[in-house]
């Protein structure tokens, strides 16, 4: 689900696209109310009065908001309390950053395998870091994120709940 969602920045600037330069202001405060709902309800709920609320003045904006809808409310299948960082892109923000100085530092590389050598290096010492216990999302939050339903085609078999274990394993 991490993979497809939209960075709600990134989507923000998606959406100004199909809005009328003189309606940005409004329609941006009306997306990022939907990030300041309390839990998921709230949130479905306060992003089903915006489409409503832009279906008869903006038209192309809400068939925009209604096709990314799933894109943009992927956080809520996560608990609260790591919505911040699923929304965030700091990780690989810094990640850039650190690549981009070190990059510099050097100036020109003598082909293209140094590049790949030193961008390999900095993401290795990131992967390190990582390991090390550094981590964006802790570990007990991301089992407890994981643990769901396991649904079966065959109806003989019984579901199981996924365990932080087996998740590991």
């Not at 065959?154 to 932080?164: A, I, L």
């Amino acid at each position: 689900m991490l993979c497809r969602r939209r960075h709600k920045v990134h989507y923000a600037t998606n959406l100004m696209s199909a809005t009328p330069k003189a309606s940005w202001g409004w329609v941006k405060a009306l997306l990022h109310s939907v990030y300041d709902q309390p839990d998921t309800k709230s949130v479905n709920a306060q992003f089903d009065r915006i489409l409503e609320a832009l279906a008869e003045k903006l038209p192309r904006v809400a068939e925009h908001l209604d096709e990314a809808r799933a894109d943009i409310l992927a956080f809520t299948a996560f608990p609260k309390e790591i919505w911040r960082q699923i929304w965030s892109n700091n990780p690989q923000e810094r990640l850039n950053r650190e690549i981009r100085r070190r990059t510099d530092v050097v100036g020109i590389f003598p082909d293209r395998n140094a590049l790949i050598r030193l961008v390999g290096a900095v993401l290795a010492e990131q992967h390190d870091d990582w390991i090390e216990g550094r981590r964006y999302l802790g570990l007990d939050v991301l089992s407890r994120s994981r643990m769901a339903l396991i649904t079966t085609t065959n109806p003989t078999e019984e579901s199981e709940t996924m365990t932080p274990a087996a998740i590991t394993a």
